[in-house]
DNA sequence: CTAATATGTGATAACGTTGTCACGAAATGC
DNA sequence: GCATTTCGTGACAACGTTATCACATATTAG
């Protein structure tokens, strides 16, 4: 379907089927070929390619180059996340492909010290972003959290915003996520169904929706929440190791624990092999899914979150607002998704020595 | 800034240009041409013409023409609600912006007889939809409601599917929203920041999400909520008119009414020019915007929902399932904008002859 | 040391469109 | 009726990219 084809069917030349075609005010000396070629292009219901046109305009360059700023929010105190740098891996990709140019990455913790509050470390940022007046910036992308005093700030500064994975409740700025309370709910919902009912949980309880979902889904089985099997932690790899052994040293250990991220979990896994004696090797779950969450062992079970999608997603909110689509607040929830890989036993199928030696 | 502009520069050929600036694994002869070329492109910045790379791959083939269903739910005991055919109109209209092809608009009424059940008549719709196996289908954006039986069952059918404005909570297919919930509570604390303690509402109380705002927003304000002023009734216009009658026979009518409905509360309006003697005219605010509510007098105020924007996103979504983009299910959520006109008082500036004589 | 293979290179041809140009035919001028 | 203008036509180049091919060189085998 191309204007050579059509010419080749009705024996006139390419320049004059495209004048035909599109120059509305064209005659033709005779009128039987206009027919023809008008005939022609019905019948193979020709589309004019796009593409070509824009390519030979120069007009398409791509649309527009814009020029994005991305926000990863990473605090001082705060080891390094791999879910938060495969996100911008990928959203960098993205960007790339959408022909947009990345004028900035801003990681949050650079910027922070330990004594700045994480508004206060926010708003050095905003000065060192908007600074220069020189550079053109068309949109902020920010991956992870960020304070709603910071965010009212921020859009002070730049009206076409969309955060990734923020989890908050309230429509203050587009918004790509996957709903961190359904998420743990899903993972903790899987182990229930593994007939566990000594279920851990090991992750912060008070800024983490994904708490919320624990509790939930263990009420939803049915299950008394017991504080003992609560371990309140910020998330790092370490942690996970202090917390399997808090586990080990409890009377009853959960038998099947949800860590609220899988460094979390992967830390909790390292602790399998440490000591001689004893052996205590829960169920782990957790939500993420790193990269590296397939190369422990055992494997790590986990609710993935779409990396690629929310980017894609979150890219495509952002630029509809930047051209002038949506002028309203949005936001687009994804579906995580259970991921069975090793690190999840049937409660039935536990025996001595997996369990307690 | 094209690959033979950095060819001349470097003196290269413009494929071997290419090939380094694409190729990740292609080993240069001399590195220091390698180098010359990515300086050389670095330094005019360039970006591949995203034009040029689809026409070539063949790859963007102007979308290609999507053949999409409409299935529009209207049940027959129920009237016809404007919001919906004015949806219709507008995701009609994108459609074709977009170069689909509306296979089939659906009126789930035309279908459905007093005894069916909402489930069984959906059943006669998929039978009768996807009956003739010689027409092509590649989606189906669904407006309004539909139980999640019936979901299950088209869901079977056919694999792209999005929803517009089903207000559902749970993930079962792709959906474009207002949460009706915060609607409600939108509109309900604007009333009770007008002043306004005795608010009553209109509407179905039973499979709305929108008596849960209501609720939620009188609580947040609080007020005690009181049976009396909660008129359970479907949403139509002459509801709204026996709403209106109910509520001026109460000892204490409310002085502000949210109707879940604009339909329901242009119905209301209607009943204040009616009687001669008494006159009761309450503050009314509704949801959703239809194009009518702009012409009764008093102008109605009320949240608007952005259906520009949710069939536009509504088609992104599809499209981009189409396509293969994501495959999980993912649920975009827009904000509602309140549009005040004239149906709503301060609570303090009402005068006798406007509230009772 | 020659023969065979591997490897990077540059010229060239597409992709589908539109703009430019020269050509021939028709219409107009004197 | 000849010179001039108008006008539709077809050939061809260009937009920026990538794939294919032949070629020259570098590497390896025998």
């Known amino acids: 379907m191309s204007l050579k084809e059509i010419a080749q069917m009705t024996g006139v030349s390419v320049s004059t089927v495209g004048r035909i075609l599109n120059d509305p005010k064209h005659k033709c000396s005779s009128e039987e070929i206009r027919k023809r070629v008008l005939e022609a292009a019905r019948k193979i219901s020709y589309i004019p390619n796009a593409n070509a046109r824009k390519l030979k305009s120069g ?8 020029s994005i700023n991305i926000l990863l929010t990473r605090f001082a105190n705060e080891t390094a996340d791999p879910f938060y740098d495969e996100l911008l891996m990928q959203l960098e990709k993205e960007l790339r492909n959408s022909g947009c140019i990345i004028s900035n990455v801003w990681h949050n913790a650079e910027f922070s010290d330990e004594k700045a509050s994480r508004s206060e470390s926010i708003g050095t940022l905003i000065d060192s972003l ?15 959290k960020v304070t709603r005093r910071a965010l009212r700030v921020l859009k002070t500064k730049e009206k076409n915003i969309v955060s990734i994975n923020r989890n908050s409740t309230n429509y203050e700025v587009d918004e790509v996520l996957c709903d ?3 998420i743990a709910r899903e993972a903790v919902a899987y182990l229930a169904r593994l007939g566990h009912t000594k279920i851990g949980y090991v992750g912060d ?7 919320t979902g624990y509790q939930a889904a263990l009420a939803e089985a049915h299950l008394a929440p ?4 609560v371990f309140d932690t910020a998330p790092n790899e370490t942690n996970g190791l202090i917390a399997y052994d808090y586990f080990k040293g409890l009377d009853e250990p959960p038998t099947a624990v949800y860590c609220a991220n899988d460094i979390l979990a992967i830390g ?4 399998f092999g440490k ?6 090797i829960p169920s782990v779950i957790s939500s993420d899914d790193i990269d590296a969450s397939q190369y422990t062992k055992p494997m790590l079970t986990t609710i993935s979150l779409p990396k690629n999608d929310m980017v894609r997603f979150a890219l495509m909110l952002l630029l509809d607002r930047i051209r002038g689509g949506h002028k309203i607040v949005s936001r ?3 579906e995580g998704t259970l991921i069975i890989r090793e690190s999840c036993r049937n409660y039935s199928e536990l025996t001595e020595p997996e369990y307690y030696i």
């Open 275 to 280: 000591r001689r004696q004893k052996v205590y």
């Open 59 to 66: 007009d398409g360059r791509a649309d527009e180059i814009y």
């Open 226 to 229: 017991d504080l003992d099997y």
């Open 205 to 211: 309880c008070h800024n983490e929706s994904r708490f």
């Open 130 to 144: 908007y600074a220069d007046d020189e550079r053109r910036h068309d949109g902020l992308i920010i991956i992870g």
């Open 332 to 334: 687009l929830e994804l």
């Open 268 to 271: 909790m896994i390292k602790g």
């Open 180 to 182: 961190g309370s359904r």
